[in-house]
């Protein structure tokens, strides 16, 4: 809503006509931005945290309870999200 109309346009018409590498790259920076904002975000919250912890931690952000119990054998229920 905060974007220029013709700005928007221009946008618009470059992701088109990228080509498919490129736009895998720029989905693959978003992935990578998101997973390095998520653990910002758990370190801030659980700054004593250890790396196995916070890996923890991450993957019950990202997959489902049942999976991360039986993955991981830890309940993001009961150890926090």
Known sequence: M?????AERVMIELLRTAPGWKKIEQVESMIEAS????MI???D???NASEE???LRFA????????VIRVF?????IEGY
């Open 41 to 43: 975000g758990l370190r």
């Open 45 to 47: 919250r659980y700054p």
């Open 60 to 67: 019950a952000l990202v997959l489902d309870r049942e999976t």
């Open 35 to 38: 997973r390095t904002l998520a």
């Open 73 to 77: 054998g830890w309940d993001p229920k």
């Open 53 to 55: 912890e916070l890996r």
């Open 2 to 6: 905060d974007t220029d109309p013709d």
